[in-house]
């Protein structure tokens, strides 16, 4: 196998004068015998198969007996993951962020499964999948709706603070997403100023010119974006002065860390001061100690997000939670 594979990739060849190259990817099983049929070892290839692209291509991989249930799990995955959307099973779950003094100061929508049999599926199993098999589409459609809803909720009980939503990096670049996002705006009657879109760095790997240009048409409608995960994947900064960026988000795996490791503590004051620079809000992501807490502040970040503060919820019960401040608030002042 490996023989094949190195005379294809090694073998160059012209198309209309121009170099081409090829690439293989290889998967094998071992025939052992008795139970097996052909239909059987032609799919265990062809998982081994799909292992070897999956792990970036012009590889030779062997089949082994986990590959059937990641198949196993895929499957039901993609087909229950498109029965859900648009049930109660499927819904999105407020973080709200706080500010120094307390005050909410924003929220972020996370995704939240409840299989009727298997339980909660967690986001890093389905939302990989939704965008394999191009089911993001939908699922994406359906969260902004989703957020806008929520921001009206919100604004019939007396907040108007934004909420933030992630959009995955193929979602973005889909060719009718800005029209999909300027139409659901429309219908829904929401400013575009209320929504912030959370977008990982990986995105930024793409075409630049691309993502930015897509990105100056959404802040056109008034959407504002936000770097989420930040101080952990892209390292070339230049995109911060080159985008329309309105927020980072310091990732959790920093925070985490802080005020006991030294490293940690250098890159988030680097963060802080870098967005102070840049004019850019910072939100520190997985905030679950006072000391956290004490520390990010004390260094003027600007809003916390985490457990130590509140724990994702639904909609209902965040408005619930609202509403009785408000009229605690509201008592107070009389």
Request: charged share 25%; aromatic share 6%.
């Given at each position: 196998?490996?023989?094949?594979?190195?005379?294809?990739?090694?073998?160059?060849?012209?198309i209309?004068?121009?170099?081409?190259?090829?690439?293989?990817?290889?998967?094998?099983?071992?025939i052992?015998?008795?139970?097996q049929t052909?239909?059987?070892?032609?799919?265990?290839?062809?998982?081994?198969?799909?292992?070897?692209?999956?792990?970036?291509?012009?590889?030779?991989?062997?089949y082994?007996?986990?590959?059937?249930?990641?198949v196993?799990?895929?499957l039901?995955l993609?087909h229950?993951?498109?029965?859900?959307?648009g049930?109660?099973?499927?819904?999105?779950?407020?973080?709200?962020?706080?500010g120094?003094?307390?005050?909410?100061?924003?929220?972020?929508?996370?995704?939240?499964w409840?299989?009727?049999?298997?339980?909660?599926?967690?986001?890093?199993?389905?939302?990989?999948?939704?965008?394999?098999?191009?089911?993001?589409?939908?699922?994406?459609?359906?969260?902004l709706?989703f957020?806008?809803?929520?921001?009206?909720?919100?604004?019939?009980?007396?907040?108007?603070?934004?909420?933030?939503l992630?959009?995955?990096?193929?979602?973005?670049?889909?060719?009718?997403?800005?029209?999909?996002?300027?139409?659901?705006?429309?219908?829904?009657?929401?400013?575009?100023?209320?929504?912030?879109?959370?977008?990982t760095?990986?995105?930024?790997?793409?075409?630049m010119q691309?993502?930015?240009?897509?990105?100056?048409?959404?802040?056109?409608?008034?959407?504002?974006f936000?770097?989420?995960?930040?101080?952990?994947?892209?390292s070339?900064?230049?995109?911060l002065?080159?985008?329309?960026?309105?927020?980072?988000?310091?990732?959790?795996?920093?925070?985490?860390?802080i005020?006991?490791?030294?490293?940690?503590?250098?890159?988030?004051?680097?963060?802080?001061?870098m967005?102070?620079q840049?004019n850019?809000r910072?939100?520190a992501?997985g905030?679950?100690?006072?000391?956290?807490?004490r520390?990010?502040?004390?260094?003027?970040?600007?809003a916390?997000?985490?457990?130590?503060?509140?724990?994702?919820?639904?909609l209902?019960?965040?408005?619930d939670?609202?509403?009785?401040?408000?009229?605690?608030a509201?008592?107070?002042?009389?």
């Open positions: 196998a490996e023989k094949i594979r190195l005379a294809i990739c090694n073998s160059a060849f012209s209309q004068d121009k170099p081409a190259y090829v690439t293989g990817s290889i998967g094998l099983t071992l052992q015998g008795e139970g052909s239909d059987t070892v032609m799919r265990e290839a062809d998982m081994a198969t799909h292992r070897a692209k999956q792990h970036g291509g012009n590889q030779v991989t062997f082994e007996r986990g590959l059937q249930s990641e196993e799990q895929r039901w993609e229950d993951l498109l029965q859900a959307i049930t109660p099973n499927l819904t999105l779950h407020v973080q709200p962020q706080f120094r003094d307390g005050r909410v100061t924003g929220g972020e929508l996370l995704a939240r409840n299989h009727p049999t298997r339980g909660a599926v967690s986001p890093a199993l389905f939302i990989p999948i939704a965008e394999e098999t191009g089911l993001i589409g939908l699922l994406g459609s359906w969260s709706r957020a806008c809803d929520a921001l009206l909720a919100l604004q019939e009980a007396g907040e108007t603070y934004p909420l933030s992630n959009v995955s990096p193929r979602r973005l670049m889909e060719p009718q997403f800005i029209e999909s996002v300027r139409d659901t705006l429309a219908n829904k009657g929401i400013p575009g100023n209320r929504l912030i879109f959370e977008i760095e990986g995105v930024l790997i793409q075409d691309a993502v930015a240009q897509r990105m100056q048409a959404l802040s056109r409608l008034g959407i504002r936000s770097i989420d995960d930040f101080g952990t994947g892209y070339n900064l230049a995109y002065k080159r985008l329309p960026l309105y927020e980072l988000k310091i990732d959790k795996s920093l925070v985490q860390d005020p006991n490791d030294s490293d940690s503590i250098a890159i988030v004051q680097l963060i802080l001061a967005a102070d840049l850019l910072v939100v992501e905030v679950e100690t006072e000391s956290q807490s520390f990010l502040f004390e260094h003027d970040c600007h916390l997000q985490g457990y130590l503060l509140a724990r994702p919820m639904p209902e019960a965040w408005l939670v609202v509403r009785t401040r408000r009229r605690s509201t008592g107070a002042a009389g």
